[in-house]
């Protein structure tokens, strides 16, 4: 069964750092780009971040450029999110999400995580 | 202010037909492809509609997409209860900051 489980979220302070953490089953992880989707409390859908199968290229929103930094490693199939300078606005659902296509150009987002939650507050 | 732009409501009877907007520009939807996800309240979102009107398998054919110039609509014929959900456009917005876009969604009420 392909498989994407999030895990790292939590409660953090303004300003501070997480580690999001998405393991990838049933499904060959290094030939799959992915991304990192985000939703807001009773909001819609936020893009955050792309990754491509070589990590030669990757992509961000410009709300988290600067702060928060995509990676993965093929070995032990996992998708991370590094998350620094944490603002209120970040608290959401961070969705891992499998790319069908897409290589260069982002394609079909077509395995969706559960989602973990991020909370930023004091 | 999403840079594609939804309504933010829709509704429709049981068996009728209703069409979802997505409005865009020619840095995305004009010259790239258009996604369409479903997501039920409450559960991540689902693949509904990829590259304008292809369908992933196990998605009714009830379900069709169509893009004209920088607009694309979402089509649900054959109504049910159980298409009650927000749905979202998205598509690659090629500019200087490339980046994925999604509408705002609309939410589907079945009466």
């Not at chain 1, 996992?78 to 970040?90: F, H, I, K, T, V």
Request: aromatic share 12%.
């Amino acid at each position: 069964e392909v498989q994407l489980v999030e895990s790292g979220g939590g409660l953090v302070q303004p300003g501070g750092s997480l580690r999001l953490s998405c393991a990838a089953s049933g499904f060959t992880f290094n030939t799959y780009s992915m991304h990192w989707v985000r939703q807001a409390p009773g909001k819609g859908l936020e893009w955050v971040s792309y990754i491509i199968g070589s990590s030669r290229t990757i992509y961000y929103a410009d709300s988290v450029k600067g702060r928060f930094t995509v990676s993965r490693d093929n070995v032990k199939n996992s998708l991370y999110l590094q998350m620094n300078s944490l603002r209120a606005e970040d608290t959401a659902i961070y969705y891992c999400v499998r790319d069908f296509y897409g290589d260069y150009v982002p394609d079909a987002l077509d395995i969706w995580g559960q989602g973990t939650m991020v909370t930023v507050s004091s | 202010q999403s840079v594609l732009t939804q309504p933010p409501s829709a509704s429709g009877t049981p068996g009728q037909r209703v069409t979802i907007s997505c409005s865009g520009s020619s840095s995305n939807i004009e010259r790239n492809y258009v996604y369409w996800y479903q997501q039920v309240p409450g559960t991540a979102p689902k693949l509904l509609i990829y590259r304008d009107n292809q369908r992933p398998s196990g998605v009714p054919d009830r379900f069709s997409g169509s893009k004209s110039g920088a607009s694309a609509s979402l089509a649900i014929s054959g109504l049910r209860s159980e298409d009650e959900a927000d749905y979202y456009c998205a598509a690659w917005h090629d500019s200087l900051s490339a980046h994925v876009v999604f509408g705002g969604g609309t939410k589907l009420t079945v009466l």
